[in-house]
C-alpha cells in the first residue's frame, strides 16, 4: 500500500501533542515542537542520508534508522556513557524504544521526504 502525504500529515496532526508529551516526559525535560524537531530533523547530514537518493519515502525512512544504528553503536562503541541529555544518538534512541514515538519519528521523516522531494521537483 502507497503512502499517501495527506495520510502523514493526518497523523502527525493528530498525534503531535501526545509525542512531545511522551518526549519530554523520557527525556526529563519540556519538549516543544522546536526542540524535537531539533533532536530528530537535524540528522541527515550526521547519518549522512540524502533524500534526494531515494525514490521511496520507504528507502528514505529505512536509511535514517539505519544511519541511527550506526551513530548509536558508534558512540557506545568509543565507550560514551549512556546518557540521553548530553549524546545526540542517546536521546534519539531513548526515544526510539517507545513504540509511539518510533512510529511518530516515522511519520516525521516521511513529512521531511514528501517536503523535499515537492521542493526539487
Known sequence: ???ERKDVE????DNKEEALKRASEI???EVDWYSFNGIIGSKNDT????VEEHNTVESYVKDWMYGHELAYSSDKH?????NKHDRSSYKVHALLED???????ECCLMRTYFKKKKEHK
Do not use: C, D, Q, S
Open 47 to 50: 547519518y549522512e542520508v540524502v
Open 27 to 29: 527525556l526529563n525535560k
Open 1 to 3: 500500500m502507497k503512502i
Open 99 to 105: 513504540e509511539f514515538l518510533r512510529g511518530f519519528i
Open 10 to 13: 493526518k497523523y502527525f496532526k
Open 78 to 82: 568509543k565507550g560514551y556513557p549512556y
